[in-house]
């Protein structure tokens, strides 16, 4: 009884034990049965293996695999931590695409290319089973007949195909290059050898000779491009060797000889990029070789130059060979022998004067393949660095020239894209042989010039001063005329003021166009002013001397039309205010005429009034008009007035020419005295030259001696008796009066 007792306690405890029991990792509670099963941990979380693999589930865990083209990062194939990783099939397994192709791994897998040449099986650009065999180009290819051109024959090798060409045509020993014209003449010797260098003319046979090996050979014949080039350039160092007689007569021949040669020697050459280098010589070869025309930027530099340009442009448009060439070749002392013939640079000469040009840079030839050179689609630039750097100045400017086959050097088709003291950049439209000649511009007296300017600035300011102080506060002058001239002399008194304080400082470039603009608006105001006067005078007489003009219509027209003009000029092209030597108006594209232009209509139309004007006074006399003395004083204001318009219009047309490169110095002297000295003749026919004025300067001055003499009388007459400490008060004021 006891035992039964046990053993039914204990049944009970294993019951309620597994009722209460926690499944092990990967198994779950199943109360259906009340009992642990299997957990599928592949269903409940379907990213548990994560990508590019597959989970596995197992009794009581699970693993993951990696799919095909994936591996595990730690090699493992089947793991539970970790992640997949593509698979380089291309890596390690040399024969998986077969010979002649070419394996390309992509994510998860990789396919096959057959090698330029070759084709697969099935006729697939991209497959994963099969294999590469040779292309037959001759037979199969779609433009088999252009291969080679008309005079050569196409020949089938394993990848590829070779062209045997006629006579007279080659390949330049090169597979998959069509057949092109040899032309060996361009090496023979038209002059006779008495009267050609002889290491020019050791150049022509050699070039000649591997010109004529080649020709009709195909590929029984290669040359070595590179011992070639090595000969030029050791035939060229010996050409300019110091010693060498009359050189400079055979430069044209020996540029001519060295540019056809590096033509010949491109397409021989191993390498794409060839850069060679003596003594004497410095070259940059850039070489294209293929079926396509190249396409892309080229750039080819050396010490001394920088070709920027395009191999569109150095392969041509028309035909292509299979090559396309672009060369930099630069002379290193060849400078001193074409220090001459400028005969054809424009300006050259200067009112009768010799030359006085330079070259100032490397000699630097650039040779393309294109066979059309004198006119190309597009330009290219050259960079030449000077032989010297020399900071810019008023007597030196930098020209771009080429040398002509005749012996000289033109501007032709080359201009000046920038330039600074080290060096300058040169746009051409055809290619040849360039440098940069410095152009030594007559010597300005810019002394002189600055001194004399100052001066007569100076007393200008000082006299229209007076003007200004004389028409504002002299009463018997008052009327609308005396405020034209008080208006006139206040804009020419400031424009003058930033004439001489700013007219050459061009730093900063705001600054300077501002000054330029200032200028542009005050010298205009003084032209509009004098206009108003032409139209004063014009009114005098033709209204009979009731000519009032309100104010406020003259200071509208006065000021208003050049800020007018101003305001319209810096809107269409507000980088023409300010150049490099001066804070004026820019010569380029006429922008200069923004002034002269209205000076010209202002100066026309005046002389028109002035003729009415002096026709009117001519009638007036004639008719013994009893008024005489408005008469003379209308012709005495018209005098003036012509006097005035001569003195500054025909200052004004004169400077027209003085804002440009080389002014002649009679015209920079004629300006720079006419327009500092403006102000003062301005004194003396509106001042001086008038009797009211002259009154009113004669009535101010006896005034001041008149109150000076009576306070000398004042003085003296004190009395004598006075104290000593008076005597010596009245003594100290004597002396201050005097003083």
């Known amino acids: 009884m006891g035992f039964g007792k046990e053993l039914l306690l204990l049944g009970l405890a294993c019951a309620l034990g597994n009722h209460a029991h926690e499944c092990e990792k990967g198994w779950s509670y199943n109360r259906t049965i009340s009992?642990?099963?299997?957990?599928?941990?592949?269903?409940?979380?379907?990213?548990?293996?994560?990508?590019?693999?597959?989970?596995?589930?197992?009794?009581?865990?699970?693993?993951?695999?990696?799919?095909?083209?994936?591996?595990q990062s730690s090699k493992m194939v089947k793991f539970t931590k970790g992640q997949c990783i593509d698979t380089n099939e291309c890596i390690g397994n040399s024969s998986i695409?077969?010979?002649?192709?070419?394996?390309?791994?992509?994510?998860?897998?990789?396919?096959?290319?057959?090698?330029r040449g070759f084709i697969d099986s099935s006729t697939k650009v991209n497959f994963t089973q099969g294999q590469c065999i040779d292309f037959n180009e001759c037979t199969d290819s779609e433009n088999k007949e252009e291969l080679c051109g008309p005079n050569g024959v196409c020949n089938n090798i394993i990848g590829s195909y070779w062209c045997n060409c006629s006579n007279g045509y080659t390949n330049y020993s090169a597979e998959r290059t069509p057949c092109s014209?040899?032309?060996?003449?361009?090496?023979?010797?038209?002059?006779?050898?008495?009267?050609?260098?002889?290491?020019?003319?050791?150049?022509?046979?050699?070039?000649?000779?591997?010109?004529?090996?080649?020709?009709?050979?195909?590929?029984?014949?290669?040359?070595?491009?590179?011992?070639?080039?090595?000969?030029?350039?050791t035939e060229t160092d010996a050409i300019l060797s110091p010693g060498t007689p009359n050189i400079d007569e055979s430069?044209?021949?020996?540029?001519?000889?060295?540019?056809?040669?590096?033509?010949?020697?491109?397409?021989?050459?191993?390498?794409?990029?060839?850069?060679?280098?003596?003594?004497?010589?410095?070259?940059q070869i850039a070489v294209q070789r293929g079926t396509t025309r190249p396409t892309g930027d080229i750039h080819l530099s050396s010490e001394y130059a920088y070709l920027d340009t395009d191999w569109t442009t150095a392969a041509?448009?028309?035909?292509?060979?299979?090559?396309?060439?672009?060369?930099?070749?630069?002379?290193?002392?060849?400078?001193?022998?074409?220090?001459?013939?400028?005969?054809?640079?424009?300006?050259?000469k200067e009112n009768g004067a010799d030359p006085s040009f330079q070259v100032f840079s490397k000699v630097v030839s650039v040779v393309v393949s294109n066979p059309s050179t004198q006119k190309l689609s597009r330009s290219v630039n050259i960079t030449f660095?000077?032989?010297?750097?020399?900071?810019?100045?008023?007597?030196?400017?930098?020209?771009?020239?080429y040398w002509t086959e005749t012996g000289a050097w033109s501007t032709d088709g080359c201009s000046k894209q920038d330039s600074n003291a080290s060096r300058t950049i040169c746009t051409c439209n055809h290619l040849s042989s360039f440098a940069v000649l410095m152009a030594l511009h007559p010597i300005e007296h810019t002394y002189g010039l600055e001194l004399v300017t100052k001066i007569g600035l100076t007393i200008s300011l000082l006299c229209l001063t007076l003007c200004i102080l004389t028409f504002k506060f002299c009463r018997s002058i008052q009327g609308t005329r005396t405020t034209i001239h008080l208006h006139l002399c206040i804009c020419l008194f400031i424009a003058d003021l930033i004439f001489l304080?700013?007219?050459?400082?061009?730093?900063?470039?705001?600054?300077?166009?501002?000054?330029?603009?200032?200028?542009h608006f005050f010298f205009l105001a003084v032209f509009?002013?004098?206009?108003?006067?032409?139209?004063?005078?014009?009114?005098?007489?033709?209204?009979?001397?009731?000519?009032t003009m309100r104010p406020l219509y003259l200071y509208a027209v006065g000021y208003g039309t050049p800020l007018f003009i101003v305001i319209i000029s810096a809107c269409v092209r507000p980088n023409g205010y300010g150049t490099k030597k001066y804070c004026w108006l820019s010569t380029d594209d006429g922008f200069v005429w923004s002034f002269f232009g209205p000076v010209c209509l202002v100066i026309f139309v005046n002389v028109f009034f002035f003729l009415i004007t002096v026709w009117k006074l001519a009638q007036k006399f004639a008719s013994l008009n009893p008024d005489l003395s408005n008469l003379h004083k209308i012709k005495a204001f018209t005098v003036t007035a012509v006097a005035q318009m001569c003195i500054l219009g025909l200052m004004w047309v004169s400077g027209v020419f003085l804002f440009q490169e080389d002014p002649p110095v009679a015209v920079s002297y004629i300006f720079t005295i006419f327009n500092s000295l403006q102000g003062a003749l301005v004194f003396i026919m509106h001042c001086l030259l008038s009797k009211q004025v002259r009154e009113e300067y004669a009535n101010f001055l006896s005034c001041i001696c008149t109150s000076q003499k009576k306070r000398y009388s004042d003085l003296s007459t004190t009395n004598p008796s006075s104290s000593q400490s008076q005597g010596s008060k009245s003594g100290q004021q004597t002396g201050e009066s005097q003083i």
Not at 189 to 213: D, H, Y
Not at 501 to 519: D, E, H, N, W, Y
Not at 528 to 547: D, H, I, K, S
């Open 528 to 547: 509009t002013w004098m206009l108003l006067e032409g139209v004063q005078l014009y009114r005098m007489v033709v209204l009979v001397f009731n000519a």
């Open 251 to 283: 430069v044209s021949g020996l540029l001519t000889t060295v540019e056809k040669s590096i033509l010949f020697i491109g397409p021989q050459l191993k390498d794409n990029h060839t850069k060679m280098e003596n003594n004497k010589i410095d070259a």
């Open 181 to 233: 014209k040899l032309d060996c003449d361009n090496f023979h010797a038209e002059k006779k050898p008495t009267q050609l260098l002889v290491g020019l003319a050791n150049i022509m046979s050699i070039m000649r000779n591997s010109c004529l090996a080649l020709s009709g050979t195909g590929s029984k014949v290669k040359l070595d491009g590179d011992a070639l080039l090595e000969k030029l350039f």
């Open 97 to 115: 695409c077969g010979k002649n192709s070419s394996c390309i791994n992509t994510i998860g897998s990789y396919y096959c290319q057959c090698h």
């Open 316 to 348: 041509g448009t028309g035909k292509y060979p299979g090559f396309a060439v672009a060369a930099l070749l630069s002379y290193k002392n060849l400078e001193s022998s074409v220090n001459r013939s400028f005969e054809m640079v424009k300006g050259a």
């Open 501 to 519: 304080a700013g007219i050459s400082q061009t730093k900063p470039v705001g600054g300077c166009r501002f000054v330029a603009a200032m200028l």
């Open 35 to 71: 009992n642990c099963t299997d957990s599928n941990e592949c269903s409940e979380n379907p990213l548990l293996c994560g990508k590019h693999s597959s989970c596995i589930n197992t009794i009581g865990s699970y693993y993951c695999q990696c799919q095909r083209g994936f591996i």
């Open 385 to 401: 660095r000077h032989l010297e750097d020399i900071e810019e100045s008023a007597n030196v400017s930098y020209i771009c020239a």
